[in-house]
């Protein structure tokens, strides 16, 4: 019984030596800021807002000549991106621009219209596309357009693409209305 005991003994003391506390991730600090309220009742905090200045030197045909790419990520405590919201061929103006759903593919008009479209993310795999909804008024004004900072609002409604896997437990419809941002500039590597 007394080698029961003790073999419990250094079993527990094994234990307790070897949990030690996994230590916190580092995340990528903050750049940029989007405080979304969605459906009037969520309220997504974005801390990584960036936007990227396309020209033929990095994207080739693809994004209509000196547009803005937007984006925006909501970061978990793990540092893993859960969901990201994404702009495409902003025109470099002050005016109301008008968005378009993102239709995926070549020689699709959406890819030289400003566009949209809203993911979810498992850790580092898609798990859900919501598409813009083209029936309600779906824009973008941005306010200031600085070299290293674009600041503005937005407003689009959201619905689920059907898949073959509904991961998070999100309304079918999400409603972003009047969303103020600021975007900070990520310059791309030059190859």
Not at 30 to 54: C, K, Q, S
Not at 111 to 120: A, G
Request: net charge negative.
């Amino acid at each position: 019984m007394k080698n029961i005991v003790l073999l419990f003994g250094l079993v527990a003391l094994n234990f307790l030596f070897s949990c030690n506390e996994e230590p916190k991730p580092s995340c990528v600090p903050p750049i940029g800021e989007m405080i979304a309220r969605v459906n009037d009742t969520l309220v997504w905090d974005f801390r990584h807002v960036y936007f990227v200045r396309w020209s033929e030197e990095y994207s080739g045909s693809h994004w209509a000549d000196s547009s803005l790419n937007m984006r925006a990520d909501f970061i978990n405590a793990g540092c893993d991106i859960e969901l990201a919201l994404s702009f495409s061929n902003i025109a470099q103006t002050l005016n109301r621009q008008n968005l378009v759903k993102r239709i995926f593919g070549d020689n699709q008009p959406s890819r030289l219209q400003p566009n949209s479209i809203f993911r979810t993310y498992d850790i580092d795999a898609l798990t859900e596309r919501f598409e813009l909804f083209e029936s309600e008024p779906a824009w973008i004004q941005l306010s200031e357009i600085t070299e290293a900072q674009v600041n503005g609002t937005f407003q689009g409604t959201y619905v689920y693409r059907p898949s073959a896997l509904r991961f998070w437990d999100l309304p079918d419809t999400l409603r972003f209305n009047e969303v103020d941002f600021e975007a900070i500039l990520f310059e791309p590597p030059v190859e």
